[in-house]
């Protein structure tokens, strides 16, 4: 059996426990735990005037209710604000309950405890709340306006103000480049808002140790180890007496990583004082009014190029709608703005953005992060450009690559990390080669004149992106060898239907010798690994990946240098296969990997057959030596952590053909083509589903969901009913090809690959649309009707 | 303010099961909370999603939209009760074949959809195939591998009635 698995289609070891039922989501736990439900505002800016709770208190099974004016110390403060950035000059996060002023539908008043959530919920539809409503702020322009507030210390509603400028050759701006530039091209763009939408919401579950003084929460979170240290700091808790488990988690995509949410601490409060089990489990329409949004973009374009369409300047300006809080920065933004070159080298380039506040959801990070607006506006000025000089959209494109002779290729501008946005490697006009390939873009013309013979409007179209993945600061691996030749790897981010049992169990089988079977994983357990930053912009297999190959690299050398004594042998001369140590070509001169673990561990006590090697009495040891050599530890185990430089950057193009029907305006995606490259695949089969799946959420994003708020603030479609997911029918078959150009920055030579898949989806469909239907598309998502009122309109 | 409860018995994955539940009790809740199988999930709580599907008298039915006391005494397979004897059954066995889950969170639903779609109709059609996965939602595939997933079972389920007929 061969113990080489890196880049092998293994099939996943998560899956065993999900299909039968015994996975242990959130609400799977704490059978018998009380539950907490919330009162939310049903206004989407009010004072709040009072809090009446009388008429809930004969509920059965009531234990508690909590306003504001309950909590304790830190826990009455504003949230945190998780990523402060000098241009956020008025940063405001939300308070765990609302103080005084609520800022959107959704925000939490009230929290009750009861038996079970049936009668919390009872008790919340009996707590009156007083509100004063005050004017809401709705929409992006309305916000930017400024006219009314949605926080009173907020001058024009901006949080955010940031300008980045990368000057053309010979020091000349991107508006000088752009107005001496041959031909000029200026247009506005919208994108609406979207959300994650996991099919589990988030859930909290505490259990406070009264005996122990100690905590244990289960959250499905994107990052255990920060809402650990969040909990700790709010709570009042040395760090070592609060453990954090993400268990299993039903989807996150982004919505997850953000943290403390107001129950992760107000769960974990309640546990203990109350010194009760309690559990809160998201409802759906919770999710959609007090989780996050995100994508609600305006962009103004201003281009200059060329005969041949290089861009020689480009300057965009950005509206970007952050919701009521702001508790994740302006990572979206920043984002947008640094990811929207893509794979295009540009001459002069202007990128200013304002982010404003409206009395809506908060906006963070969802799968693709910002870079779905960006990719749109690039692709868009590259097809306008096209149709403007009457060339070939993929001709443009090539025109602006980067070639790969040119990485690293420095862009000038400061990346979402802090770090210089520099790609490490990438070919970008091959992938475009293999894109028009599978797709049969030069032979499209005949195709659509042929449907067109027929009375049928078909269109083709293409979209590049480049996506910074693995960004930092850091990831670990802890990995152990125990006395029966059980591998123990654990890592501190969390998962959320990645695979990552799978693809880490790949790693260590590969890099230790031995079969993955041998092999177990856990990640999100801070009981386990308490070092992490979290699982977000496609880091999980680059970070954690990397981190626990390093480990186990140190756990073998360990491994060989203590075998090498036992066979008396130079441990260079050293191999593992299927978990024996034994000289290269000479296999019978080997020993088990389960006993150079014991041997590791010198024992006073012998506690089974094995054991008894290692004791003081078992067998020759030098005389003149300590029983663990210096430097040395005892057991085989390694710990190691991966912290890169800067992101390694993936990339991809996807295309698609659509079809619209001249009468009833529908638009089908009848092909959808992707050429992805993330450098060294670990496991094919689970690249493939990420792209699968996020191209789903790009098409979702591009044909159905939006966020529809009235000038009253109330999200109006705030269920599955009204909130159009894709189901099976609404995704294309996806045709898919893989470039590898390995990553020089990380010893395993991989890129992310997690969020890539949604990325393009809204310019290349936009693209088809507007190449069947001769009409600009400039606003995404487009349904039927919004395409036939652009029909009347042209 | 104290709720009159009912004494439901059911039979769920073969096994007579009790439970005293208010009459407003979903069956999604029954089943994960007072009966402890919790293998059936809950993502909408208005019968979209798909994820809380399970089979009544063998039929697919949302347990989000239903009452427990108004399935009093009838049978119920979840999840769980898809495998027998230990053994996966075609379904279970081909969605992990075809990496057909990701999060898993909706595949429960699924699983039990499409066991009773492939015992009603054992080779189906690309479209027929389509169709009856066309009331679940999933965030996490993009449904390509689940539609893999469901002519593979069929394949295998085939192959099983094949060798269980050529032993008897």
């Known amino acids: 059996m061969t113990t080489r698995l890196f880049g092998e289609p293994v099939r996943r070891r998560e899956d065993p426990r999900l299909i039968t039922g015994q996975g242990r989501y959130l609400d799977d736990l704490g059978a018998g735990a009380l539950a907490a439900a919330f009162v939310r505002s049903p206004h989407a800016h009010a004072r709040i005037l009072d809090v009446d709770v009388s008429g809930a208190l004969d509920v059965d099974g009531l234990v508690a209710i909590y306003t504001w004016e309950d909590l304790p110390g830190a826990l009455a403060e504003p949230l945190p604000l998780l990523i402060p950035h000098p241009a956020l000059t008025h940063g405001r996060t939300a308070y765990a309950l609302a103080r005084e002023v609520v800022r959107h539908v959704g925000e939490p008043v009230v929290m009750v405890v009861a038996r079970d959530r049936y009668l919390a919920e009872d008790a919340c539809a009996l707590i009156r709340v007083d509100y004063e409503i005050l004017k809401p702020v709705v929409g992006l322009e309305e916000a930017a306006g400024g006219a009314h507030l949605v926080h009173e210390d907020v ?73 650990r240290m969040a909990i700790a700091a709010k709570l009042g808790l040395p760090l070592p007496k609060v453990e954090v488990v993400a268990p299993d988690v039903g989807g996150g995509f982004g919505v997850k990583i953000v943290h403390p949410w107001p129950e992760e601490i107000l769960v974990p409060w309640a546990a203990r004082l109350l010194n009760r089990e309690v559990k809160w489990t998201e409802d759906r329409r919770e999710h959609f009014v007090s989780s996050s949004h995100e994508r609600g973009q305006v962009q103004h374009v201003r281009a200059g190029f060329d005969d041949d369409g290089r861009l020689l300047g480009l300057e965009v300006e950005i509206l970007h709608d952050h919701g009521a809080y702001t508790p ?64 070939d959209r993929t001709e443009v494109r090539a025109a602006n690559f980067i070639q790969p002779d040119e990485f690293p290729y420095d862009q000038g501008l400061t990346f979402q990390d802090g770090r210089p946005l520099i790609y490490d490697s990438g070919d970008y006009p091959e992938a475009l080669r293999m894109l028009k390939e599978l797709i049969g873009w030069d032979a499209f013309p005949e195709e659509k004149a042929r449907a067109a013979a027929e009375g049928r409007r078909i269109g083709i179209g293409v979209g590049c992106y480049v996506e910074g993945t693995g960004v930092g600061p850091y990831e670990g691996g802890h990995v152990q060898i125990t006395s029966d030749g059980r591998v123990h790897v654990s890592t501190g981010l969390t998962s959320q239907g990645q695979g990552h049992e799978t693809v880490f169990a790949q790693i260590a089988a590969t890099e230790l010798g031995v079969p993955i079977e041998k092999v177990s994983v856990v990640t999100g357990d801070t009981r386990r690994f308490g070092y992490a930053v979290g699982t977000f912009a496609s880091r999980a297999a680059v970070m954690s990946g990397n981190a626990i190959a390093l480990a186990c690299r140190k756990v073998r050398e360990k491994a ?5 004594e036992a066979l008396e042998a130079d441990p260079r001369d050293l191999e593992i296969t299927d978990g024996m140590v034994h000289v290269a070509g000479a296999p019978s001169a080997s020993i088990p990997l389960a006993t150079v673990a014991v041997l590791s561990n010198p024992l006073r006590y012998a506690f089974d057959e094995e054991a008894k090697r290692a004791t003081q009495f078992a067998g020759p040891a030098s005389d003149d030596r300590p029983p663990v050599a210096e430097g040395e530890e005892p057991g085989l185990e390694g710990r190691d952590y991966y912290s890169p430089v800067r992101s390694t950057f993936a990339a991809g193009m996807h295309a698609a053909i659509v079809e619209t029907d001249p009468d009833t305006a529908e638009i089908q995606i009848l092909r959808y083509a992707v050429v992805h490259d993330c450098g060294r695949l670990i496991n094919p089969m689970i690249v493939e589903g990420q792209i699968h799946g996020g191209v789903a959420q ?24 009204d909130f159009l997911m894709p189901y099976a029918t609404e995704v294309p078959r996806i045709e898919t090809a893989h470039l590898e150009t390995p990553s020089p920055l990380n010893p395993l030579g991989i890129k992310g690959a997690g969020e890539a898949g949604v990325i393009p989806v809204s310019a290349v469909v936009a693209a088809a649309i507007e190449d069947a239907e001769g009409i600009p598309i400039d606003r995404m998502p487009i349904s039927p009707s919004d395409l036939h009122t652009l029909r009347l309109t042209r | 303010m104290n709720e009159t409860h009912h004494h439901v018995t059911l039979t769920v994955n073969g096994v007579v099961r009790e439970a005293t539940v208010p009459g407003r009790r979903l069956l999604s809740d029954c089943l994960r909370h007072d009966l ?42 979840t999840v769980e009760g898809l495998a027998r004897d230990g053994a996966l059954s075609p379904v279970q066995r ?4 075809c990496h057909a889950l990701q999060c898993g969170f909706c595949t429960p639903g699924f699983l039990c959809t499409v066991t009773a779609f492939l015992r009603d109709n054992p080779a189906p059609t690309e479209e027929e195939a389509l169709e009856a ?36």
Not at chain 1, 180 to 199: G, K, M, N, Y
Not at chain 1, 714 to 720: D, E, I, P, V
Request: aromatic share 8%; proline share 4%.
């Open chain 1, 155 to 227: 001058p024009g509603n901006i949080g955010a103000h940031l300008v980045q400028e990368v000057p053309g050759p010979g020091g000349v701006t991107a508006r000088e480049a752009v107005d001496a530039a041959p031909h000029r091209l200026e247009f506005r763009l919208d994108v609406e808002r979207s959300a994650c939408t996991p099919l589990e919401g988030k859930g909290v579950y505490a259990r406070w140790d009264a005996d122990d003084e100690s905590l244990r929460v289960y959250s499905s979170t994107q990052t255990s180890t920060s809402v």
């Open chain 1, 328 to 391: 994740y920065g302006i990572i979206v933004p920043i984002i947008t703005s640094t990811q929207l070159l893509g794979p295009y080298r540009v001459g002069a380039y202007r990128v200013e953005f304002s982010s404003v506040y409206t009395n809506t959801v908060q906006v963070t990070p969802y799968r693709g992060a910002g870079r779905p607006q960006g990719v749109f506006c690039m692709e868009r000025t590259m097809d306008k450009i096209a149709a403007y000089l009457g060339r």
């Open chain 1, 560 to 564: 060989l240098r203590i075998a090498a």
């Open chain 1, 698 to 721: 790009g098409v979702g994003g591009a044909l159905y969901e939006k966020m529809v708020y009235d000038e009253h603030g109330q999200l109006l479609n705030a269920s599955f009913m």
């Open chain 2, 36 to 77: 402890g199988l919790t293998g059936t999930h809950v993502g909408c709580e208005h019968g979209v999603c798909g994820a809380c599907t399970v089979l009544l008298d063998g039929e697919p039915v949302r347990s989000c939209l239903t009452f427990a006391v108004t399935v009093d005494g009838q049978e119920i397979t």
């Open chain 2, 94 to 97: 081909a969605f992990t074949e």
């Open chain 2, 133 to 168: 996965v066309a009331g679940n939602l999933c965030r996490c595939t993009g449904y390509q591998n689940i539609l893999k997933a469901v002519h593979r079972a069929a394949q295998m389920q085939a192959t099983q009635i094949q060798a269980e007929e050529g032993g008897a």
